[in-house]
Nanobody, 128 residues
Framework: QVHLAESGGGLVQPGGSLGLSCAVS????????IGWFRQGHGKEREGVGL????????YYEDSVKGRFTISRDNAKTSVYLRMTNLTPEDTAVYYC?????????????????????WGQGTQVSVSS
């Protein structure tokens, strides 16, 4: 059974940086994609970005491209989301999710309904 757990959320000032971690366990192969999603208060869950464990390819939504970076550790037990130049619009609960995939990370995977395994989420608040 796949298990994911996010950590690292908190309060940061506009323009600041924050890093999130997603501990991943229970994967049976490298044929998985790990996605980061977020959900602001009263908003629908939206995609942030993806990383493929198969080929390390990444994909980012336009709203975060150039500001957020997704990476993983060598053991593929942790995935990281490095967030820079944060704005109040980035305030949300951030989730990591896992799903089987044999394809490189791409925009067609950035759909929450495609992912069956989810973490519990961690709150990120950007405010002065």
């Amino acid at each position: 059974q796949v298990h994911l757990a996010e950590s690292g959320g908190g309060l940061v000032q506009p323009g600041g940086s924050l890093g999130l971690s997603c501990a991943v366990s229970g994967l049976t192969s490298d044929n998985y994609v790990i996605g980061w999603f977020r959900q602001g208060h009263g908003k629908e869950r939206e995609g942030v970005g993806l990383i493929s464990f198969r080929d390390d390819s990444t994909y980012y939504e336009d709203s975060v491209k150039g500001r957020f970076t997704i990476s993983r550790d060598n053991a593929k037990t942790s995935v990281y989301l490095r967030m820079t130049n944060l704005t109040p619009e980035d305030t949300a609960v951030y989730y990591c999710a896992a799903e089987v995939s044999y394809s490189p990370a791409n925009r067609f995977m950035m759909v929450a309904e495609l992912f069956r395994s989810w973490g519990q989420g961690t709150q990120v608040s950007v405010s002065s």
